[in-house]
């Protein structure tokens, strides 16, 4: 007999959130498979807090915990709850992930301050800048938009949960690129809609921000190719 390979220390935790579970390993393609496997790797040094605060939930890096709370609810149509919570709590998994693979500004500076989880390595030549990364961040994000609002793959409350999503890393792009592509994968993987063209340009997209996150010499983020 064949068992399905599955990271029990992610279904356990995504379980008490009140995620909704992943799928077996067969059923998911490489670099959803190779994501989870980053996730869990970050799990493994982390503490996780089940509260009671209304927030789906929270990366602490003081405390290196990530807090969720299992009755959160998003309170709108457009965004199923179960799926949501299993995203989140990958996407604040990712933070840490990030936080550890990304090569920061030297210990001592001004960018160093106050400044965690940023999604793009820093460098001295002005491509490299967290400003610059970030408005090609912004560009990239605002490609995904308008693919996902012209996919027939998506209906109309899926459309609305990835503009919501692109606006929520749109505000703070220093922080939010690898994170949000996670996030959306897996909410579209969960919601059946891995065919769609919008899953397969986020999943380029992410593949090349792996590939950039774990190489200390990987280059600024790219503007993505069209569509």
Same mark, same amino acid.
């Given at each position: 007999?064949?068992? *399905?390979?599955?990271?029990?220390?992610?279904?356990?935790?995504?379980?008490?959130?009140?995620?909704?579970?992943?799928?077996?390993? @067969?059923? +998911?393609?490489?670099?959803?498979?190779?994501?989870?496997? $980053?996730?869990?790797?970050?799990?493994?040094?982390?503490?996780?807090?089940?509260?009671?605060?209304?927030?789906?939930?929270?990366?602490?890096?003081?405390?290196?915990?990530?807090?969720?709370? *299992?009755?959160?609810?998003? @309170?709108?149509?457009?965004?199923?709850?179960?799926?949501?919570?299993?995203?989140?709590?990958?996407? $604040?998994?990712?933070?840490?992930?990030?936080?550890?693979?990304?090569? &920061?500004?030297?210990?001592?500076?001004?960018?160093?301050?106050? +400044? $965690?989880?940023? @999604?793009?390595?820093?460098?001295?030549?002005? /491509?490299? &800048?967290?400003? /610059?990364?970030?408005?090609?961040?912004?560009? @990239?994000?605002?490609?995904?938009?308008?693919?996902?609002?012209?996919?027939?793959?998506?209906?109309?409350?899926?459309?609305? &949960?990835?503009?919501?999503?692109?606006?929520?890393?749109?505000?703070?792009? &220093?922080?939010?690129?690898?994170?949000?592509?996670?996030?959306?994968?897996?909410?579209?993987?969960?919601?059946?809609?891995?065919?769609?063209?919008?899953?397969?340009?986020?999943?380029?997209?992410? $593949?090349?921000?792996?590939?950039?996150?774990?190489? *200390? /010499?990987?280059?600024?983020?790219?503007? /993505?190719?069209?569509?």
């Amino acid at each position: 007999m064949t068992f *399905p390979l599955r990271r029990f220390t992610l279904d356990r935790l995504i379980a008490d959130a009140g995620g909704q579970a992943l799928p077996d390993d @067969n059923l +998911l393609d490489d670099h959803l498979r190779g994501l989870l496997d $980053e996730m869990a790797d970050a799990l493994g040094s982390l503490t996780t807090v089940r509260v009671n605060n209304g927030l789906v939930a929270r990366a602490d890096f003081a405390t290196t915990r990530v807090t969720y709370d *299992p009755a959160y609810t998003a @309170n709108t149509p457009n965004t199923d709850d179960a799926p949501f919570r299993t995203a989140c709590i990958l996407h $604040e998994l990712m933070h840490f992930s990030v936080e550890w693979q990304y090569t &920061h500004p030297p210990a001592g500076s001004p960018l160093a301050a106050g +400044l $965690e989880s940023v @999604n793009y390595h820093y460098g001295a030549a002005a /491509a490299y &800048h967290y400003a /610059a990364q970030g408005n090609t961040v912004r560009a @990239n994000l605002q490609q995904i938009g308008a693919l996902a609002a012209a996919d027939p793959s998506l209906n109309a409350a899926v459309r609305a &949960h990835v503009a919501g999503r692109l606006a929520y890393g749109d505000a703070t792009p &220093h922080v939010h690129y690898d994170t949000v592509l996670l996030d959306l994968l897996v909410y579209l993987r969960l919601k059946n809609l891995a065919a769609s063209r919008t899953y397969r340009y986020i999943s380029l997209l992410s $593949e090349e921000a792996k590939d950039r996150r774990f190489n *200390p /010499a990987g280059g600024p983020v790219p503007a /993505a190719p069209p569509p």
